[in-house]
């Protein structure tokens, strides 16, 4: 028996869950947690074959992915909007206290402490056009896309020659009599 797979449901919940929260890539989510990107194409391949527990795996990555892409839109789309807040949060130790507000104490005489978050708004970001106009350079190509024009030439901007050499070698006379009638046709028939 071979040793037991890195693929669980805690691995299976957690790559899962970074791909939902902001659209990370699969092999970029998989990497953080440890497993290459070879491990999780094979995995993925053995649970398109009904192999357990890579077809939970590979179903829950198929509803993972979708999602975390409308995040990511989502956020963009925010992005464009503006009005999205910048915060800080902070965490400290506070004494803890009761309804009255007098410190509550611990069975060893001391008042107990507590971790606060405080959340303060730094900033309220601007409207920022450009992930307007990323949404639509990829959703509307035809009309946003970019559009590059390459143009190639020759030797001081002339066209470009090209010549052609077929090896007839390996032809026989018959075949050569062929080709030569064909090309004396093409001559006269415009």
């Known amino acids: 028996m071979g040793r037991p797979t890195d693929c669980t449901p805690e691995f299976i919940d957690a790559v899962c869950a970074e791909i939902r929260k902001n659209g990370t890539p699969l092999n970029i989510?998989?990497?953080?947690?440890?497993v290459s990107r070879t491990t999780i194409y094979q995995w993925r391949t053995r649970g398109a074959a009904?192999?357990?527990?890579?077809?939970?795996?590979?179903?829950?990555?198929?509803?993972?992915?979708?999602?975390?892409?409308?995040?990511?839109?989502?956020?963009?789309?925010?992005?464009?909007?503006?009005?999205?807040?910048?915060?800080?949060?902070?965490?400290?130790?506070?004494?803890?206290?009761?309804?009255?507000?007098?410190?509550?104490?611990?069975?060893?005489?001391k008042p107990e402490m507590i971790e606060v978050e405080r959340t303060e708004v730094v900033e309220t970001l601007e409207p920022q056009w450009a992930a307007n106009?990323?949404?639509?350079?990829?959703?509307?190509?035809?009309?946003?896309?970019?559009?590059?024009?390459?143009?190639?030439?020759?030797?001081?901007?002339?066209?470009?020659?090209?010549?052609?050499?077929?090896d007839l070698s390996g032809l026989s006379e018959q075949e050569l009599d062929i080709l030569e009638r064909l090309a004396a046709r093409s001559h006269r028939d415009p």
């Open 29 to 34: 989510a998989a990497e953080a947690l440890g």
């Open 50 to 109: 009904g192999e357990e527990p890579f077809r939970t795996f590979r179903n829950a990555i198929e509803a993972a992915i979708p999602e975390g892409r409308r995040a990511l839109l989502e956020e963009i789309r925010q992005a464009g909007k503006g009005g999205a807040k910048r915060v800080r949060v902070t965490v400290k130790k506070e004494v803890k206290r009761g309804p009255d507000k007098r410190p509550v104490l611990g069975p060893d005489g």
């Open 133 to 166: 106009a990323w949404i639509a350079e990829r959703t509307c190509p035809e009309e946003f896309g970019r559009r590059e024009r390459i143009e190639h030439s020759g030797p001081d901007g002339g066209p470009i020659e090209t010549k052609t050499r077929i």
